[in-house]
């Protein structure tokens, strides 16, 4: 196939997933199994299963399953922070120094660290997240620990670069670590150097950052929430701020980020929520939209394109198409032969590529480089009717745009785009 050809089916619409919803829905106690309205955090696996720190954690995939310390071995009921590893694998982190630490669920088991059983710097864990050799990191109320499945590291400031122990914000690229403080501003370490940002030495607008609000695109620009300074994006050299006397954000205190696509960035504040797409501002609050509580705490964005919100009024789910469901989604035969977007996009070393078949045909699976090139045969086979889904490998390839097309009986499908990063 062409070059141009590949690139012009990408710019056609998708094909449908299903039949779609309204574009809001806000769950809390009362329409739902979350058993406080206060959601703080959520992760979303790579079965599309939603995790969600509340009252305890909390788990959505067709229904509402809760854990807390009187039903599971989760360590703490207040659960600030939720990461998913590479394996699928849940990771829990308390702010409270007691009970507090980090728990492991596996779909089965908890296992907990706490500063009593293992190396973890503390107790009050801010944040969580996994470089690419799948080391877990986390910011604390008393240093930076590292965790390599066995050993922990414990970085503070009598030991390392950093300018103070009380930490927030935490972004990992590849295997260097960007981390914010409350007070001193962001630190970058690159398992040498460290390397201090503030307002004093770079046109960082506010020394003090944001939990949740730190995030990268695909060009690999840095984007940090600042509490009272705005947004600042970096891109290694320059530096662009933005708040409220040059753009549209609605309040300069942040309290979340998430870039969904290198032109869509969604931005939390106390004033609700901004997004900034192809250099517009749109803003949504409790006065124009069903969002419940102006404070937006934290989002995240499903493999169907749903924006789901925390906030202090219940649960929020968001998409400008319609929400897709996973009810309305069949687990039986799909309602055509369908090639979803891989999740994560973009991603620096594996990514979950979905498809769904109706009808018994033998499909194809073909990954091209951005000039047309095949650069290999991902999947070749007869189907059964069903829903599949594989892990594509990125270690092998070079960043860079590729192209993924799915055929069935040689008829080309649906032609999808995806970056990695390394």
Known sequence: MKPLILILLFLLPSLPLSAQGPQWIVYNTGNSGLPANYSRVITIDTNNGKWIGSNGLVKFYNNWTVYDTNNSGIHSNIVFTVECDRDNNIWTGSINSTPGGISKFDGVNWTNYTPQNSGIPSGAIVNIKFDSNENLWTTTGNGLGKFDGTNWTVYRDTNSGLPNNILTSLLIEDTIIWVGTQLHGIVKFDGINWTQFNTSNSMLPSNRSSVDAFDIDSENVKWFGTLGGGVAKFDNVNWTIYNTSNSGLPNNYINSLYIESKNKVWIGTDAGLALFENGIWSIFNSSNSPLPNNLVINMQSDIYGNLWICTPSGLVVYNEEGIVSVENISHEFPSDIILY????????????????????SNIKITLYDITGKIISELVNEEHMPGQYRF??????????????SLYSDNFLVNTKKF???K
């Open 419 to 421: 970056l990695l990063i």
């Open 391 to 404: 892990s594509l490998d990125g270690n092998n390839l070079s960043s860079g745009i590729y192209l993924y």
């Open 341 to 360: 977007q891989n999740y994560p996009n973009p991603f620096n070393s594996s990514t979950v590529v979905k498809y769904d078949v109706k009808f018994r």
